[in-house]
């Protein structure tokens, strides 16, 4: 075509994909599981000339990643992930999906089985305006990164920063780090994720590996 | 840049003559005749040609004038300076598949051994013979390795041989609107058609060659039966819902009173001029014997067992003749093999066909694809 559509990406990269490409060595291969429009991959692949795969549901996303020469399959997180072989990538990114998938432990099983390390982000659910939004109001918290009211939102799974570690520790699995994000993007810790954490963080991103 | 005018001559080269082609049947044919046309110009290194395969009732005149039909080639949308298979930068090849009547070696070529034409004495051949032919073809146009290989529907069951039998042969491949196997149903509506010819009194047994009548109506009958399943039935809805052809009421006969019965008997007196009974029951043969999975004991993914190949498989929503499903597996089928896969389902109400028309969503996601291709092959930086 004479005017190929070229990749634009977005003035302001999502501060916890910077935060994940930062864990991410260069020239691995990564498969990101519900990559949206690419914007991550694309970002991974630039900076961090990795082989990158990607996975997701929406047929828009997928066509806007294909159409920008990203390798991307449409495809569902929850029931999707079986069909790849162990051990396929260096690693398996879950960039705020964790939330939306039916079964989030046996997506973590999956991720953990497809790559030798899974990088995952979600939203703490026990930050404060959440708590405090849900104590004064009684209503389901509803924030900047959380804007959409309960009855329309993807997000079914929703969880705190203690109850994803707590899900780590039964699933025996190792923490290798993890970062923990103030509303306003900046970096609050990366060296603890105990309760001063669950209670002022907005963000979490964890990068997990198999004990065995 | 200059305007080339993306026409090609058809040329026609025998192939086989020193190594000849085993088909599976196991039937040996010494020499064929390979048709195929090209568009473009095959750079110095040989690194930017593209095979286009055909589907059914397609040729090698993908993007140029159809000699007996005198309308533009089928993928002239696809093909073309600065169209998605960019003929200022590929190098375009399309061959007439085996078995075809368009000057490739078929049914309706005279057989060396009786002096007359093949009729049923030919060979039956399957996709894999179709490909196993291309290959000698491109062994004699001297290319190491496709850029691509690309087809529709038939087409995409080629070229998810080509990558399939010729790993190293194949830089990437994009199967659209096709399947690993042919289903039970297409099986099925391929054999009415089948039927349909060999009822017509015509057919005589298919040595028709010396007659003046050919099997006419039965082929327009299997045309017809078959082009319904290439539309949808909001397609159908749309371009002729219950509208009447050219009256005001029904006529209380047996008439095409009905747009969509005019147009169907117009599909299918059309297509008799330019393609062979005996073309179709073997082409149809060939579809129907397809089955890679069953060719790798039963499992896809060992037919791409380390494939360096890179895929672009593409479906549409409204394909009932290849759904989103059946080319669902060939994509989780490649995932277990850990091949490098983009997969993308097409919103479209138009069918099976949306493949061959203006389908903006089909244009980008595979000028996208192949973008990204030629920069992984050096061909662009």
Not at chain 1, 27 to 46: K, M, N, W
Request: hydrophobic share 40%; net charge negative.
């Amino acid at each position: 075509m004479n005017d190929p559509i070229k990749f634009v990406p977005k003035r302001d990269i999502r501060v916890d994909w910077q935060l994940i490409a930062e864990m991410v060595e260069p020239g691995s291969r990564v498969l990101d599981v519900g990559c949206d429009d690419g914007q991550l991959l694309a970002h991974l692949t630039e900076t961090k000339n990795v082989d990158g795969r990607g996975l997701e549901l929406s047929q828009h996303g997928v066509n806007i990643c294909v159409a920008n020469g990203l390798s991307v399959v449409q495809g569902n997180a929850d029931t999707d992930l079986v069909y790849y072989p162990d051990d396929s990538f260096d690693y398996a990114i879950l960039s705020k999906t964790l939330q939306t998938t039916h079964q989030p432990h046996v997506v973590l099983e999956q991720l953990l089985r497809i790559g030798r390390r899974a990088i995952v982000s979600f939203p703490n659910f026990a930050y404060w305006r959440c708590r405090a939004y849900l104590a004064l109001k009684g209503r389901m918290p509803m924030t900047n990164s959380l804007d959409i009211p309960w009855y329309e939102t993807p997000n079914i799974h929703f969880c705190t920063l203690k109850d994803f570690t707590a899900l780590c520790e039964k699933m025996d699995v190792k923490i290798e780090q993890s970062v923990i994000v103030k509303a306003s993007g900046n970096v609050m810790t990366r060296s603890t994720y105990g309760s001063f954490a669950n209670f002022f963080g907005a963000d979490c991103i964890f990068m997990l590996s198999r004990k065995t | 840049m200059s305007i080339k005018p993306p026409l090609s001559d058809n040329q026609t080269v025998i192939l086989g003559k020193e190594t000849p082609l085993k088909l599976d049947c196991g039937v040996t044919m010494e020499a064929i005749n390979m048709a195929y046309c090209t568009y473009g110009e095959l750079n110095a290194d040989k690194t930017n040609a593209i095979l286009v395969c055909h589907a059914l009732t397609g040729d090698q005149f993908a993007a140029s004038r159809q000699p007996v039909t005198g309308k533009n080639g089928w993928w002239e949308m696809m093909i073309g300076p600065g169209k998605v298979l960019d003929t200022d930068k590929y190098f375009i090849v399309c061959s007439n598949v085996l078995g075809g009547c368009m000057g490739t070696t078929g049914p309706s070529d005279i057989d060396p051994k009786t002096g007359k034409p093949y009729g049923l004495n030919f060979p039956i051949i399957t996709i894999g013979d179709m490909v196993r032919a291309q290959a000698m073809l491109q062994d004699y146009l001297g290319i190491e390795s496709w850029f691509s290989v690309i087809g529709g529907s038939m087409g995409g069951m080629q070229t998810l041989q080509w990558a399939s039998a010729y790993p190293e042969r194949v830089f990437s491949a994009i199967p659209i609107a096709c399947a690993a196997r042919h289903s039970a149903q297409n099986i099925a509506f391929h054999e009415v058609g089948r039927q349909a010819v060999m009822a017509d009194p015509n057919w005589l047994g298919g040595d028709y060659y010396a007659s003046d009548k050919k099997p006419t109506s039965g082929l327009a009958v299997a045309r017809m039966a078959a082009h319904v399943t290439y539309l949808s039935e909001a397609a159908l809805h749309r371009k002729f819902g219950r509208n009447l052809q050219d009256r005001e009421n029904l006529t209380y006969g047996f008439d095409a009173d009905f747009q969509v019965e005019s147009y169907l008997r117009y599909q299918g007196i059309n297509f008799v001029d330019r393609f062979d009974a005996n073309s179709y029951l073997y082409i149809t043969r060939a579809m129907d014997y397809f089955d890679l999975v069953e060719d790798h004991g039963g499992s896809l993914s060992k037919a791409y067992e380390k494939t360096k190949t890179r895929f672009c498989v593409v479906s549409f929503t409204s394909d009932w003749l290849f759904p989103t499903s059946e080319n669902k597996d060939i994509v989780q089928a490649l995932i277990a093999a850990a091949a490098n896969v983009s997969f993308v389902e097409v919103e479209t109400d138009k069918g099976h066909d949306a493949f061959l028309l203006d389908t903006p969503e089909m244009f980008k996601t595979i000028d996208g694809f192949l973008q990204s291709s030629a920069k992984s092959r050096g061909l662009i930086s």
